[in-house]
């Protein structure tokens, strides 16, 4: 993108994770002007952008979900596959840990989220083996309670069976669906006349936020279609420039498996 933008442009970088903006820093050192990094989550864009002396884009990308740095170190508590604490922050300075979760919620509320961010239909059961089993500590105990909560010819056959779980967990701790929901409203508001908006997502929660955000600013109305005459003075300011969401050829998820279940949207603002 540095490339891509030269001469004149400036980009700005935005991220929760301390690590990734001083990965940022050391990978991007050699470009002149450097990059604007910013520790920050995209929800407060326009914020951010303006106090780092940017007052518009011409661009704006948000790439949801995990990296594979966060993915693949244990410590950070993300991945079931190997024992970690049970942390799952993206920002490692924010206050709730997952281990806040699942051992204070009750066990009511903590099927709900499994329920719903997880989408997961043995959520229920999972929540009562995770409430008689705490406290929990590591991943490890939370896959463990996971793998003894759904019986053995009900796990999934492509995925891990904690894998819902804990992409809820992960969810509801950092808080992705609002972030997400700000950063959409964030972004069309600070682009420029024809700059264009991407979001890049990892599951179906995330597309869906993404596809009904850019729908509902591409019409002049939003009122519930049984109300005859239109009082919410919308008015369109997106226009949809991928009809269907932009997903990986073979051959990139042969090179990368985790871009498996990527989907990318595109919007122009008006």
């Known amino acids: 993108m540095l490339e891509r933008i030269r001469p004149g442009g ?3 970088g935005i991220d929760r994770d301390p690590a990734a903006i001083a990965a940022a820093k050391i990978a991007l ?3 002149d002007p450097p990059p604007i990094l910013v ?3 995209f929800a407060d864009l326009d914020r951010l952008a303006r106090e780092a002396g940017i007052a518009a884009a011409d661009g704006v990308l948000l790439d949801l979900g995990l990296s594979s740095h966060q993915l693949d170190d244990p410590e950070r508590g993300f991945s079931f596959r190997s024992a970690g604490p049970l942390d799952m922050r993206m920002d490692t300075t924010a206050p709730v840990t ?3 979760l699942v051992n204070k919620l009750d066990q009511r509320r903590l099927a709900q989220l499994i ?25 490890r105990d939370l896959a463990e309670a996971v793998e ?19 992409q809820a967990i992960r969810m509801e701790v950092n808080d992705e669906l609002g972030s997400l929901e700000q950063g959409l409203k964030a972004a069309t508001s600070f682009l420029t006349p024809g700059g264009r908006m991407a979001a890049i997502s990892f599951h179906s929660l995330e597309d869906r936020l993404v596809k009904v955000h850019i729908a509902a600013e591409s019409k002049d109305c939003v009122c519930p279609p ?10 369109a300011h997106l226009r949809a420039v991928t009809r269907r969401p932009v997903t990986p050829s073979p051959e990139e998820v042969a090179g990368n498996p985790r871009a498996r279940s990527a989907k990318l949207r595109v919007a122009e603002k008006i």
């Open 10 to 12: 400036r980009l700005v």
């Open 29 to 31: 050192a050699g470009f």
């Open 39 to 41: 520790h920050g989550n």
């Open 98 to 100: 997952a281990a806040d």
């Open 115 to 139: 329920s719903r961010l997880g989408e997961e239909r043995w959520a229920a059961r999972i929540a009562q083996f995770i409430v008689r089993r705490r406290p929990l500590r590591t991943t």
């Open 148 to 166: 003894a909560a759904i019986p053995r010819g009900a796990w999934p056959k492509d995925i891990h069976p904690a894998t819902r779980t804990f």
């Open 226 to 235: 049984q109300q005859p005459v239109c009082t919410c003075a919308h008015r």
